[in-house]
């Protein structure tokens, strides 16, 4: 079975500084690999997926992430924060080896911009 | 293109009543997925539909039932409700739910169980 760890459930930054959001998944398969982000009282919406090919993924909104499939992670970078990158980010894993499982959804990380 | 759009957005019940959440996906889009949203479980996976029929279910009681239209609109219902259905609950949908596509999410249908 497929599951995903974000290691911080709250992550404190300034504004302009650079930030790192953690993940790890658990697979025996292969795996395609996203993130979302959850604006406050809004649904989930996409910033990058890892499908094949570079592991270097760049995504919306300035951030990219490196798929590492010796360590099982997938954190997600961004070089210079902004007020406005205050939300919630999941993580997210499916199998394209795997019939029909859905996506598996890490916590969550809460990311605080603070000016 | 319109977004998924969700209604009702808020909903307020009281426990043993019957709820339906209706959920209008994006035009083109054939397969609807549902979440349920909370606090200490995150999100987990309720059901699948494509094409008018369930591909795939969560672990959830049989309590939570779905279904999708011809014109691939779904609704999911959740009768006997209990204080621990409080929770935000996301539709998503996609044209064909194949593993590496893109699934764009409503606003969601946030539920208070009293």
């Known amino acids: 079975a497929q599951s995903v760890t974000q290691l911080d459930s709250q992550v404190p930054v300034f504004e302009e500084a650079p930030v790192e959001l953690r993940c790890n998944y658990s697979?025996?398969?292969?795996?395609?690999l996203f993130w979302y982000v959850q604006y406050p009282n809004q649904g989930l919406q996409l910033l990058l997926k890892?499908?094949?090919?570079?592991?270097l993924v760049k995504g919306i909104n300035g951030f990219e992430a490196e798929f590492n499939k010796s360590q099982t992670s997938f954190h997600l970078r961004k070089p210079s924060v902004h007020i406005s990158d205050t939300a919630e980010y999941f993580c997210?894993?499916?199998?394209?080896?795997?019939?029909?499982?859905?996506?598996?959804f890490g916590k969550g990380t809460r990311l605080s911009v603070i000016a | 293109k319109a977004g998924v759009t969700q209604t009702p957005r808020y909903l307020i019940k009281t426990r043993g009543q019957q709820v339906t959440l209706s959920c209008s996906p994006i035009?083109?889009?054939?397969?609807v997925s549902w979440y349920q949203q909370t606090p200490g479980q995150g999100l987990q996976f309720l059901f699948e539909?494509?094409?008018?029929?369930?591909?795939n279910k969560g672990n959830f009681p049989g309590r939570f039932s779905g279904r999708q239209f011809s014109n691939s609109r779904s609704e999911m219902n959740v009768s006997t409700l209990e204080l621990g259905d409080s929770a935000l609950y996301l539709c998503?949908?996609?044209?064909?739910?194949?593993?590496?596509?893109?699934?764009?999410f409503g606003p969601g249908t946030r539920l208070l169980v009293l």
């Open positions: 998503a949908s996609s044209y064909t739910a194949s593993k590496g596509e893109t699934q764009y």
């Open positions: 035009s083109g889009h054939r397969s």
């Open positions: 697979s025996s398969v292969s795996v395609y």
């Open positions: 997210a894993v499916s199998s394209p080896n795997s019939g029909n499982t859905p996506l598996v």
């Open positions: 890892y499908l094949s090919g570079s592991t």
């Open positions: 539909y494509f094409s008018e029929t369930q591909r």
